[in-house]
Structure formats: structure tokens, C-alpha cells
């Protein structure tokens, strides 16, 4: 019996997706995570200036999304946004050169660490104001609505902005119209450096939602595949036409909650427990237990996405500052009102 029960020990666990779906997770959770390995080194060399926040350690959600909603979609999140941004199509080269305040930046240099943007992959965003990008979701999924599309807005933020007053306004206006808007709350357990279970007693910030008789759910958010399933959930509730959804997606950061936090609110056994769930570690175990790729490969893999960030570094420092003339381009546009004159 005990040499039964061994041989079924060893058995191989069926996986769940194809050899791509793995491998492109795998690869888009390395992007990121080398991508802000490369920027945390670059602002230690003064190439990147003010505020960053790095979005190393809670990986897997960027990549659920990617697999998770249509490319169609609409999404906006909060400051902690450079994994987004590449989860959503935007290459190493701009996102960089945004860093370093370059005019090849994805907003020509303008809007820092905070503020990427592209229209072109229906992405409006980073915020830095905390909170704000919960009405400015709601309002971009509306005119969804209004269009009459299927497209739905995922509107992401952090636990901090939970807290803020214009979630509850529009939660109450997102279900009370039927909006089709995908809240997610990237729950990492920290709003900057106070933890939750100190600014409210409601721990599980999912149940929020159950105010407005809002469908929610919490998330494994160190799992990919997690991510994902509990996006095609949401979303194909939201394409129905029966108004949104919330996910409470429970991460964790790695690093401070900025460049300039060294995380000593944090013991190192906390940190360190969080560090074996790795979602890359994870990811890579199954890839080569189900026989998806040989460790040369994930070496090659992990090779190539290196020389990726050396050249978007090379580029961001090898391009130019804007133009000082250039300064209120793009950022105000002259009108003329005729009611006005």
C-alpha cells in the first residue's frame, strides 16, 4: 500500500491551459519584473527622477489581464502602473523613455512614472491622485453604454483608495445605470506603509460591494490563472448587460510602496512567506513539470527579455529632453466658444 500511495504522489498534475497560455504569462510576468528591476537601477543612477512606484511581486495580475478581457476594452488604473501599461501592449522602449523624460516617451516626456497613456491600446492610464480614477473609470465605461458596445472598463486601484468616498458615489451610480465597469482592487495589504487591518474593520474589502448588491469576489492575485478566470467571469457578467462587478485581487509588493519607502513596517519572515508564492518561480515550476519548455529554453527566454530592457535603456538615455516651447502642448487645447466673445 505504501508503494502505491508514493507512485500516486509523483503523478504529474494535468494543467489547466496550453503550452502558449503558460508561456505567455511566464514571459510577461519576466517583462515586468525586469523591466522594474531595470528601472529601480536606473533611478539609483539619477536617470529617473520623482516618484515611482515598482510593481514587482504582484506580477500575476498583469498577466491575467492579459488573457483575461479583449484588447477592446477600456482600462485605467492608480501611480503603481508600469506592469499595466506593458500588459497592455505598450513596448519597453516608450515606457522607459517616459521614465527618463524623454520626448520618445509614450506621452513625450510630460507625464513621468505616474502618468503613461495610450489611446491606441485603450489605455487611459496611471493617476496620482489617489482614488481618482474610480469616477474617471466609471465615466469612460458609461460612454461604453451610451455607444452601445460590449467593451467594458476595467478600473483598477489600491487599498488605500478604497477608502475614498468616490468609490461608494460610484458604486451607487455604476449599479443603480447598469454601467458595464470591472472594479479591481489590488489588495497588497498596504496603503503606503499602514496596513489594513489598521484603517478599517472590514478586512475583506470585497464585501464592500455587497452594499450595492454588486457581485464581488476575492482573488488569488499570485496566481495567473486565478487572475484570469476570475476576470472571465466579471466580464462575461458585464457583457450581459446585468451591470458591474468588483474583485478584491490579494497581492503583495516586494518592494517599498515608493522608491523612497525602505519597508520597515514589514517583518522579513512576512516578506519572505510572500516570496514563495512567487508567481514567476510558480509559473516556471509548471512549465517545465508539464513538459511546456526545458529550463535551456526558460534560460533563453529570460536572455532575450534582458537585452530587451539593455536597449530600453539605451534608447530612453540615448533620446532627447522635449523642448522647453513645448511645454503646454498636448496639455491645454485652445477653444473657441462663440457664446464667449
Known sequence: MTQVLEKKSKKTTKPKYSKKQYLDWYKMMVRIRKFEEKTLYCYSLQKIRGFCHVYIGQEAIA???????????????AYRQH?????????????????FGKVTGCVKGKGGSMHFFSKEHNYFGGNGIVGAQIPIGTGIAFAEKYRGSKNLCVTMFGDGAARQGALYESFNMAMTWKIPV?????NN???????????????????????FDM????????????????LQRAAKHIRAGKGPYFLE??????????????????TKDELNDYKEKDPIKIT??????????TKKEIEKINDTIDKEMEAA???ADESEYPLGSELYDDNYVQENYPFLT
Open 63 to 77: 498577466a491575467g489581464l492579459t488573457s483575461g478581457i479583449t484588447a477592446d476594452d477600456k482600462l485605467v488604473t
Open 83 to 99: 506592469g499595466i501599461a506593458l500588459a497592455r501592449g505598450m513596448d519597453s522602449n516608450s515606457c522607459m523613455a517616459e521614465l
Open 182 to 186: 470591472l472594479y479591481i482592487v489590488e
Open 189 to 211: 495589504g498596504y496603503a503606503m506603509g499602514t496596513s489594513v487591518s489598521r484603517t478599517s474593520n472590514v478586512k475583506d474589502i470585497h464585501t464592500v460591494g455587497e452594499a
Open 215 to 230: 457581485p464581488s469576489e476575492a482573488v488569488d492575485g499570485m496566481s495567473p490563472e486565478a487572475v484570469h478566470e476570475a
Open 249 to 266: 485581487i490579494k497581492t503583495y509588493r516586494y518592494k517599498g510602496h515608493s522608491v523612497s519607502d525602505p519597508g520597515k513596517y514589514r
Open 284 to 293: 516556471e515550476k509548471k512549465i517545465l513539470e508539464y513538459k511546456y519548455a
Open 313 to 315: 535603456v539605451k534608447f
